[in-house]
Every structure is written in C-alpha cells, then in structure tokens.
C-alpha cells in the first residue's frame, strides 16, 4: 500500500491556521469535505469521533508528529490527508514536544486490516528523520504531496 493509495492531495494543508489538537483535528476533516473525500454531512461526526479518540490516547508520538486517525461507519473508503503547523500544537504527544506534523487518516469500520497497513506505511515514513525533517520543511501543498510521491517511489524501490 501506498501513501498515495489513502491521501488526499487536494486536502492538503502546508499551513494550518488551528493552534489546537481539536482545532487541527476539525480542519483536516474541514479539508477532506470539502473536496468530497467524505461526505460534508458527517464532518461533525467523524471529527467528534476522531476526538473522543484523542481523549482515550494521544497519537501525537512524538518527534513533532501525530496522526489522528479512526474507523467509522460514515467513512465508505479509507482516506487520510496531511496538514503542518509552523508553530506547532499541543497534542499531548508523549515527548511533550509541539506538534509539526499531522496525518489524519480515516478508514471505515469493515477494513480493520487495510486501516493497519495504512497505518504500518504511515509509521514507517514518519520513522525516518530525513522524512519527518523534509515534511516540517514543506512550505507549500505541492511540496507536500511532491514528498508524499518520493516517499511511495522509495518505497517501491527497496
């Protein structure tokens, strides 16, 4: 699986205005609506759920990274998108660090293993420093989604 195969290019955000975990959280899904990704009606559901999600386990894991994520029932196909903050967001990561990164990634609820490989490939970029550096150093969507595509040609490569 690739990171292309779930993440929404156009929901991109290389600067995200929230300074908030909730607040991030809503935009990305803000995001993903208002391309289509998922339905604009269930927007307040899913963000409500992604959330209540955050409040059972932080997914900020550290080195200024989060990826906020669930399964639910109004999601019909597994998408995800990613935002960065320049000046990071308390998401209760387990370093206690900022925030700089996030990928959200939503999956519907009959797809427990596509949703874990998602989050298998989401984890093995956000592994490598020289990714995690490049992504905090994109200042633009395309250069966002233009990393996202090197990261899926590597990946390939190995």
């Known amino acids: ?7 929404v290019k156009d929901a991109i955000i290389a600067e995200l205005k929230a300074t908030s ?3 991030v959280i809503r935009e990305l899904i803000e995001a993903l609506a208002a ?34 994520h669930v399964k639910h029932p109004a999601i019909k196909k597994r998408v995800g998108t ?11 990561a387990l370093d206690q660090a900022p925030v700089f990164s996030v990928v959200m990634l939503l999956s519907p609820p009959e797809s427990p293993d596509g949703h874990l490989q998602a ?15 490049f992504l905090r150093q994109a200042a633009t969507e395309k250069q966002i989604a233009e990393l996202l595509d090197e990261a899926d040609q590597n990946a390939i490569s190995r």
């Open 1 to 7: 699986m690739k990171l292309s195969d779930f993440i």
């Open 21 to 23: 975990r909730d607040q």
């Open 35 to 68: 391309v289509k990704a998922i339905n604009p009606a269930d927007a307040d559901t899913i963000a409500k759920a992604v959330i209540d999600r955050e409040k059972h386990g932080s997914t900020g894991f550290g080195k200024g990274v989060a990826v906020p």
């Open 82 to 92: 990613v935002g960065r903050s320049s000046v990071g967001v308390d998401f209760s």
């Open 119 to 133: 989050m298998e490939n989401i984890f093995r970029h956000l592994q490598m420093d020289t990714f995690r550096r």
